[in-house]
């Protein structure tokens, strides 16, 4: 989910444990405990740092390791220590364990998206994306704000939080509905699907689609229970090429190929260079395709210049590859 949810999750755990006799009992241990379900629930996303090194580093690593078995066990061990220091007074195992939650809270919400996390890492790498929540969702954000000024005027924040939770478990089962809907409807239209990728939007009733059969690749989307078919690719394997053999090495294109499952690729040969593009079919927006990795190579096959991530416009990927000068 985005930051802004995880934190109304995170002030929603800290209103709930406020039932907790234990974590009421002194001002340290609930201040402690309410800081920590906060931070708890933020701590996983860490590794958006990651940013500032480069996108491949991103691409690779977010909702990675940070998202994994061992993080989930670390990350409470090491915010309830960190947060003694300031509190040592607090109860250690009651503030661990709703620190804990916490952390749980936000790795489990963040497996419903179409990103998804390496949440079952040390066993295994691949990614968990049910693809039934976007990863931002106005009616959870919105209830949770609901939920947390209902309890800073007065009301019980177990009856409170509970009631949303309840409220919420049923908008999933909805999700869950929608979205095999959508597959169901998709293997109607079209004959041979191999696999079927649906990514959720932040409206309710759309849904982008990435279909793949044994011959294409087809690009949809669902909107208010019809399927609509934009685009349709001949399905290419990845040539054995010098050019791609030499484009694949690259940092940005490498990450790009670890990240995305559905994908077509473009050769182009220039004067003074070559230019190899592949591009992910899952994220189709106005009629194009923002999540892209570049590579262009001299006349020798050596990189001049690569480039991978969201860009919205020729424009502007033109300027992330230095042809243009900003």
């Not at 693809?131 to 309890?151: M, Q, R, S, Y």
């Not at 309710?204 to 078919?229: G, L, P």
């Amino acid at each position: 989910m985005d930051t802004g949810t995880h934190v109304v999750m995170g002030l929603a755990l800290g209103g709930i444990a406020t039932i907790d006799p234990v974590v009421t009992a002194t001002p340290a241990t609930a201040q402690a405990v309410i800081l920590g379900t906060l931070i708890g629930s933020q701590a996983p996303d860490l590794d958006t740092i990651l940013k500032l090194r480069n996108n491949a580093h991103y691409i690779r690593n977010h909702r990675g390791i940070t998202h994994s078995l061992p993080a989930v066990l670390l990350w409470p061990l090491l915010i309830t220590c960190t947060l003694l220091f300031f509190f040592p007074n607090a109860n250690l195992f009651h503030l661990w364990i709703w620190t804990f939650i916490g952390v749980i809270l936000h790795v489990f919400v963040d497996i419903f998206n179409a990103y998804g996390t390496q949440a079952l890492r040390p066993f295994s790498n691949k990614w968990v994306a049910l693809g039934v929540i976007n990863t931002f969702d106005p009616f959870i954000f919105l209830i949770h704000l609901l939920g947390i000024i209902i309890w800073k005027v007065g009301a019980h924040p177990g009856i409170t939080f509970f009631t949303i939770y309840a409220i919420l478990l049923l908008y999933y089962i909805i999700r869950f509905r929608m979205r095999n809907n959508v597959e169901k409807a998709i293997r109607a239209k079209i004959k041979n699907v191999t696999e079927v990728i649906i990514s959720p939007t932040y409206r309710f009733n759309q849904w982008h689609i990435a279909v793949v059969t044994d011959e294409f690749f087809y690009v949809a989307r669902a909107k208010n229970d019809e399927i609509i078919i934009h685009e349709k690719f001949a399905k290419r394997p990845i040539p054995d090429t010098p050019v791609i053999k030499a484009a694949i090495k690259d940092k940005n294109l490498s990450a790009f190929l670890s990240f995305s499952p559905v994908y077509r690729w473009e050769v182009d040969e220039y004067d003074d260079y070559y230019e190899v593009r592949f591009i992910d079919l899952r994220y189709r927006s106005k009629g194009h395709y923002p999540f892209v990795a570049v590579v262009q190579l001299d006349l020798d096959l050596k990189i001049i210049n690569s480039y991978t991530g969201w860009i919205f416009s020729e424009e502007k990927l033109r300027k992330k590859l230095e042809l243009i000068p900003s």
